[in-house]
């Protein structure tokens, strides 16, 4: 068990340098000088290349650059941007909007997508079980942006159903339809997953045996069924809070709500280099701090992977 | 007498053999069959059924129209006359559909319709090049981990285990915001750097499957070599599955390409792509909602196809749900 | 309920009755039919006209091969048929038809008075409850027991069946146990509420030899301790000869053969019988002696006309591919489906010996 543990964590902090490295060399040693990358159409004077050269360690060794870069992630430092403000520092009161915004898609996706995946399958075969199908596949298909803005005109300025932008109006209502946005995608996920397995655990050997018990259809589905045929979708939610976390990057900028990901956006228009890549690495470790964490509750939980 | 059948678990490809057509079991329980579908494409019941699938036509044909417009746009652009989407007047900027501009003007005053038209080729070009990119590195790591010895094999397992670390739009805005100029090849480079782990885990599971056959270990006792049974054996196992996540890796492609070239990090201006299209005209959507509707639309459509049609394939192949 | 002779007049005369008195029947299956629907096409007939009765505390074995429609008749008196299987004719248990009885009927009747033990214990437990929660469960549905004392009752129960340390497996997933101890951990939910009927299907077709032994003797033991009457489903002679007081003998969908255990495997009437009994080893038969049955047996949907045995049958004649052979009584309180039935008083064939010893282990052969 705890050599389970030990091999986990092991590999997630393989996974961390890797990640750190792949982003490492992608931004500051691939040919072409990076500093006029990351400054992309805006002119530098001479003191502040000279000054971004100096912060990034670009004139030494590559190794000993990403040992910077990596104690530097270590102290929390993420770089700064052009007029030296830290990305740190910039995104440490958005926060709370992002994870706000995160955790009201995650339980919609819970939720909606639980109970749609129950109901298919349950209707196997039926008109709802068919317009579930042809909802979760349009609803993958619509990319974030398109559904964004049309949610926006639509609900927000058309009907005047929803606030249209920021978050003046607070939680939840100027969080409901950028939740709705950002959920959809993965509430189809969930509800294809949870109908697949609840279709194929209802027709499990064990199924019958609680029949053969006297259990009623109600017990049978709440405490057997539901418990087999949740456990693909929860690892799946698990995931994707991680992803969420990183995936409002266009809705928040949509949407104009002022968080992590809305801060990102801006520095992608905006062309801020430095901020882009410190925002983005954040969001990355972020997803791979939860995927670990998830990975680990995972293997505790599931009585099947438990054993060693 | 009654032999419970297991399926291979890994969640790869199960049992190699072609499902029997019918022949009801009736005194047996039937063992479930887990995992992507083995049949062979050549199989004439599969084809039979796709025939027969709404779902497969429709999304089959659309995705073959998306083709065309994507290779010879002049086929289609042309439909009401203003064929060129770059012949512009500013005069009519974003405004809405008029005779011979079914879909309107664009905020440069460009025909939507010519530009919508145009913008596939973008689209499926990055989707395309992309996936056939992420397919071929899969292909090559996917059949070496799984041939290859152990270490081999944990090598290329961290390898994928990074680069599934990065959430796919995180990992290419970081890549694309350091690339000064970027086209189709760039950005496709790029996305089929984040997209091949996933279907490298998928031909590696396949091949492991594939290689543990009882037909395979009979090939190998007789002395057939790793060349052969990989060219006769694993490749066509594999096809299958690789090709029905291929066609749904195409679908999520495009909508990447759309959303980092909406962000600013994707196709850049003399291009013409939808997300080119969506960006430019963000701030304008609540006054002229065509602008959102006809590219929009396109986009999603294209998707919708791709992956609609990935899933009638897998839903043909899969003797569960078939 | 001691309504005896709807017992049906073919059973006149059967074996002596081990417990004395007046035998009560407790399940009577008649004319049962079990079609398999398909769509678009004419449903398969997989059990046709089926009729049995079985006594209080007596086991009776239904013997038959793959596809011959033995556990297809267990389903459908238990009302377990998946949805593209429909079922007529009737099963009363004490008087009560279940195939006609409503779903909450049923539900009250299964687990409490009709149990179950399935074959592959691996798939017919829950893979993510612990043995011991679906034990209890049994207990808190039927009774109404506290979580409490239902997991004391469980692990009562899982001490009953043998399973070392029940206090502490009670927590184990299913995947924990060997494929012995799901079996008895199944066995336990079974005889938990002390049902009348316990139906056992194929309850040890999954497991070694030495451990099939040992679970055949729980399950006798457990029988005997609640009184209740056993239906052992199985394909194995051997086994059912060990346990069974009679027999009944399927083949394509219907009854060829029923009767008390000992003439039926001394001096089986039924050429079916006979061929089976021959493919059987036996430890005291040469090793060259096995005679296998020719042919396979039909499928479902392929049932020949006439007797469904004449294709395979050695002594088959015209009459035997065009009129069907109804169950017609015999001697020693046997009923056989043939036109042409073997003297049951003539010995056996050359290549045939006696009775067929158990080759599994401490029981005895079949008592004589």
Redesign the interface.
């Known amino acids: 068990m705890t050599s389970l543990l030990l091999r986990r964590l092991l590999?997630a902090v393989?996974?961390?340098f890797?990640?750190t490295l792949?982003?490492y060399v992608?931004?500051?040693t691939?040919p072409?000088d990076?500093v006029?990358?990351?400054a992309?159409d805006r002119p530098l004077t001479p003191s502040v290349v000279a000054a971004l050269r100096e912060q990034h360690h670009l004139d030494e060794p590559v190794l000993a650059q990403y040992g910077h870069y990596l104690a530097g992630l270590f102290h929390g430092d993420l770089g700064a941007d052009f007029s030296g403000v830290p990305v740190a520092e910039q995104m440490a009161d958005r926060w709370p909007v992002t994870v706000r915004l995160a955790l009201t898609a995650w339980g919609v996706e819970a939720v909606v997508g639980i109970a749609l995946g129950v109901l298919a399958a349950l209707r196997r075969g039926t008109w709802t079980d068919r317009a579930v199908l042809a909802f979760t596949?349009?609803a993958?298909?619509?990319?974030?942006?398109?559904l964004g803005?049309?949610a926006?005109?639509l609900l927000g300025?058309r009907l005047g159903w929803f606030p249209v932008a920021g978050d003046s109006a607070g939680w939840p209502s100027a969080y409901v339809l950028p939740a709705l946005v950002v959920a959809v995608f993965g509430l189809a996920s969930v509800s294809r997953l949870v109908r697949a397995e609840v279709i194929?655990n209802l027709?499990?050997?064990?199924v019958?045996?609680?029949?053969?018990?006297?259990?009623?259809?109600r017990?049978t589905l709440l405490?057997?069924v539901l418990?087999?045929s949740l456990?693909p979708a929860v690892t799946y939610l698990a995931v994707d809070l991680?992803?969420l976390l990183?995936?409002t990057?266009?809705v928040e900028?949509v949407f104009n709500l002022p968080g992590v990901g809305q801060l990102?956006?801006q520095a992608?228009?905006a062309?801020t280099?430095p901020t882009?890549?410190g925002v983005?690495?954040a969001?990355?470790l972020v997803?791979?701090a939860v995927?670990v964490l998830v990975d680990l509750l995972n293997s505790l939980l599931?009585?099947?992977i438990r054993?060693d | 007498m009654t032999e419970p059948m297991r399926a291979t678990s890994s969640g790869g490809a199960a049992s190699p053999t072609a499902v029997p057509a019918g022949g009801p079991a009736a005194d047996e329980r039937k063992g479930s069959p887990g995992g992507v579908p083995a049949v062979p494409f050549a199989d004439r019941s599969v084809w039979r059924l796709l025939r027969r699938s709404t779902v497969f036509l429709v999304s089959g044909g659309a995705t073959v129209v998306l083709l065309v417009m994507a290779v010879w746009p002049g086929l289609f652009a042309g439909w009401f006359g203003h064929g060129d989407p770059r012949s512009c007047d500013l005069d009519h900027s974003a405004q809405g559909p008029a005779a011979g501009h079914p879909f309107g003007f664009d905020t440069q005053g460009c025909d939507l319709y010519a530009n919508v038209v145009h913008g596939a080729g973008t689209s499926m070009g990055v989707g395309l090049l992309a996936t056939g990119c992420s397919l071929a590195l899969a292909l090559l790591l996917g059949c070496l981990s799984g041939m290859a010895g152990r270490v081999v094999d944990s090598v290329i397992a961290r390898l994928t285990d990074v680069f599934l670390g990065f959430p796919f739009l995180l990992g290419a805005i970081v890549v694309l915001s350091s690339v000064t100029t970027r086209d189709i090849p760039t950005v496709a480079g790029v996305l089929a750097l984040f997209g091949w782990p996933p279907m490298t885990r998928v031909v590696r599971a396949s091949v492991r499957s594939a290689r543990e056959a009882d037909h395979v270990l009979m090939a190998r006792s007789m002395g057939a070599g790793t060349g052969w049974v990989v060219r006769r054996h694993v490749l066509p196992h594999i096809l299958t599955p690789v090709l029905v996540l291929a066609s749904i890796t195409v679908g999520s492609v495009v909508v990447a390409e759309a959303g980092l070239t909406f962000l600013g990090v994707g196709m850049q201006a003399p291009a013409i792509s939808w997300g080119l299209q969506l960006a430019t005209a963000q701030n304008s959507f609540e006054a002229h909602p065509h602008l959102l509707l006809f590219p929009g639309l396109f986009l999603s459509v294209t998707v919708f196809a791709l992956i609609a049609f990935g899933d009638s394939v897998r839903d043909a192949l899969n003797p569960r749900t078939r | 309920m001691a309504d005896g002779e709807s017992g049906s007049t073919r059973e006149v005369g059967h074996d002596p009755q081990p417990h004395g008195g007046v035998r009560v029947p407790v399940l009577e299956v008649e004319d049962l039919s079990v079609e398999l629907l398909r769509p678009g096409g004419t449903p398969h007939l997989a059990v046709e006209r089926v009729s049995f009765t079985l006594y209080e505390s007596e086991t009776l074995a239904l013997i038959g091969e793959s596809g011959s429609g033995k556990s297809l008749t267990a389903m459908a008196v238990l009302g377990l048929l998946p949805g593209n299987v429909r079922a007529s004719g009737s099963a009363r248990y004490r008087g009560t038809d279940l195939l006609t009885l409503s779903e909450a009927g049923l539900r009250a009747l299964r687990g409490k008075h009709l149990a179950t033990v399935f074959q592959d214990s691996l798939s017919a437990l829950n893979p993510t409850l612990t043995v011991g929660f679906q034990i209890a469960e049994v207990l808190r549905v039927h009774r109404g027991l506290s979580r409490r004392a239902a997991r004391s009752a469980a692990v009562d129960l899982l001490d009953r069946v043998r399973i070392p340390d029940p206090a502490r497996r009670y927590g184990d997933h299913p995947h924990q146990f060997s494929g012995g101890m799901r079996q008895r951990a199944m066995i336990a939910m079974a005889v938990a509420l002390g049902p009348d009927v316990l139906i056992a299907d194929e309850p040890t077709t999954a497991l070694d030899v030495t451990v099939q032994a040992q679970i055949m003797e729980l399950l006798a033991e457990l029988r005997e301790e609640h009184r209740s009457a056993l239906l052992l489903i199985t394909h194995d002679l051997g086994l059912a000869a060990g346990t069974a007081d009679r027999v009944a003998l399927m083949y394509a969908g219907r009854i060829v053969e029923q009767a008390p255990a000992v003439p039926l495997y001394e001096r089986p009437a039924h050429p079916y019988t006979r061929g089976l009994l021959n493919a059987v080893p036996s430890l005291d038969a040469p090793v060259g002696g096995l005679v296998p049955v020719p042919g396979a047996p039909p499928a479902p949907g392929a049932f020949p006309g006439g007797c469904v045995f004449h294709p395979r049958c050695p002594s088959a004649r015209d009459r035997c591919a065009t009129q069907r052979p109804e169950l017609e009584a015999g001697a020693d309180g046997r009923t056989t489906a043939c036109h042409y039935p073997l003297d049951p008083l003539d010995p056996p064939g050359p290549q045939r010996p006696s009775v067929p010893k158990n080759p599994h282990g401490p029981q005895e052969a079949p008592r004589a």
Do not use: C
């Open positions: 590999e393989l996974v961390f890797g990640v792949v982003i992608m931004v500051y691939l072409g990076p006029s990358a990351l992309g596949t349009a993958v298909s619509v990319p974030v942006f398109v803005y049309t926006q005109v300025v194929d027709s499990a050997d064990y019958r045996t609680a029949a053969a018990k006297g259990l009623s259809r017990r405490v057997h418990r087999n456990l991680g992803l990183g995936g990057v266009i900028g990102l956006f992608v228009q062309h280099g882009v890549v983005a690495t969001l990355i997803f791979l995927s599931d009585p099947r054993r």
